[in-house]
């Protein structure tokens, strides 16, 4: 397994050159987000699966009610088990407008033990800054199912806690993104690279003319664009898609130490280095003799503890690493000796140490 995923690495990364990517697919306008909402509310409606007489339930329940004018009298204490109090996000993305329909999850804050059959009452959702952006009601579809038995066994399928109402919200505020007004445009790498940086601001200037773009460091590149919304996205289109060259990523060894998986990327170097890798076996067996006297011997029968111990190791030949080895040759040298991936693990951690293997040795 380790040899043909080994394999299929070096195949990839030497069969594929080098080619352009579009701009829009390695990063994204500054401003241009998606802004998280949030809301607490009570879900209702339920067959018997609610929080069972929280407190703060009752006085969910009251806050409610009192919407409409109705108190309910002091003290009271109403069975709650057909109702729940509930989380509510959603995400808002950019440029949505009024009246434009928001997916929400729904999860249980409390002990409800599910979900299925409820109906959301209508919840503001607030920002990060106390608005209200948008409002929520609806009823939930679950995925999750769970039953109980009088004699207390239960069984759980999937999380019936936490469900989700398509088109669950309605957008009520619109958030500015200001992307018309900014002096410049700011276009933000998903990955920090001085080189790809420069890249993408020199296709920019070649596409738009000589100072129109400059990169502002490893992340930004900042572009001088004209006022106006109309004008601005069209500008922005024409910058999306855009070809640039990507520059080579820097030489990473990422190891997952839970599954065994290893991932070396093709920038990948090791200097001057022997290796060699053996495996040490001991094994011991224990078996029993009975020991059975002569006849009027006045002996006793007995158990007799016999061991075997013996040592086996596997002979695996040493190899060389030559000045400035690539990723096959790494390849075909850690197969020659027959590695399991913890065996290439223990063999690029002991590179790492000596200062041989040139790359960032990452352990997940």
Do not use: C, W
């Not at 069969?15 to 909402?37: C, E, T």
């Not at 057909?82 to 808002?92: P, S």
């Not at 979900?115 to 608005?131: M, V």
Request: no cysteine; glycine share 10%; charged share 15%.
């Amino acid at each position: 397994m380790i040899r043909l995923l080994l394999a299929s690495l070096v195949a990839l990364f030497l069969a594929v050159p080098a080619s352009a990517d579009r701009i829009k697919d390695l990063g994204g306008f500054q401003g241009i987000r998606s802004n998280q909402l949030t809301g607490y509310g009570v879900v209702v409606g339920l067959p018997g699966t609610g929080d069972d007489n929280l407190e703060y339930t009752v006085q969910s329940l009251k806050a409610v009610t009192s919407r409409f004018g109705f108190q309910l009298p002091p003290g009271a204490n109403p069975g709650m088990k057909n109702a729940a109090v509930v989380m509510i996000t959603a995400d808002l993305p950019p440029f949505a407008k009024p009246g434009q329909r928001l997916d929400i999850t729904v999860a249980s804050m409390g002990k409800a033990k599910s979900l299925r059959g409820g109906s959301l009452i209508l919840t503001p959702l607030l920002g990060a800054d106390g608005q209200i952006y948008a409002m929520a009601q609806g009823n939930l579809a679950v995925g999750g199912l769970g039953a109980e038995g009088a004699d207390g066994s239960k069984i759980v399928v999937n999380v019936p806690s936490t469900g989700r109402i398509p088109e669950g919200a309605t957008v009520e505020r619109a958030v500015a993104t200001g992307f018309d007004t900014a002096p410049t445009l700011t276009f933000n790498l998903a990955r920090a690279d001085f080189t790809t940086a420069q890249n993408v601001a020199g296709v920019i200037n070649r596409t738009l003319g000589a100072g129109s773009a400059q990169a502002i460091d490893a992340v930004s590149v900042a572009v001088r664009a004209p006022e106006g919304a109309n004008v601005r996205s069209t500008l922005m289109s024409t910058i999306e898609n855009l070809d640039v060259v990507s520059a080579e990523p820097s030489a990473r060894v990422i190891v997952n130490a839970r599954t065994g998986t290893v991932v070396i990327s093709s920038a990948v170097r090791v200097g001057p280095a022997a290796v060699t890798h053996g495996k040490l076996t001991v094994r011991i067996d224990e078996n029993q003799r009975i020991s059975q006297p002569a006849p009027l011997s006045g002996g006793q029968t007995a158990v007799e503890q016999r061991s075997n111990v013996s040592v086996e190791e596997e002979k695996k030949p040493m190899f060389l690493f030559a000045p400035g080895p690539k990723l096959a040759d790494v390849v075909n040298a850690v197969n020659a000796i027959g590695a399991s991936p913890a065996d290439l693990v223990a063999i690029l951690e002991a590179l790492k140490e000596a200062g041989s293997l040139k790359a960032e040795l990452i352990v997940l």
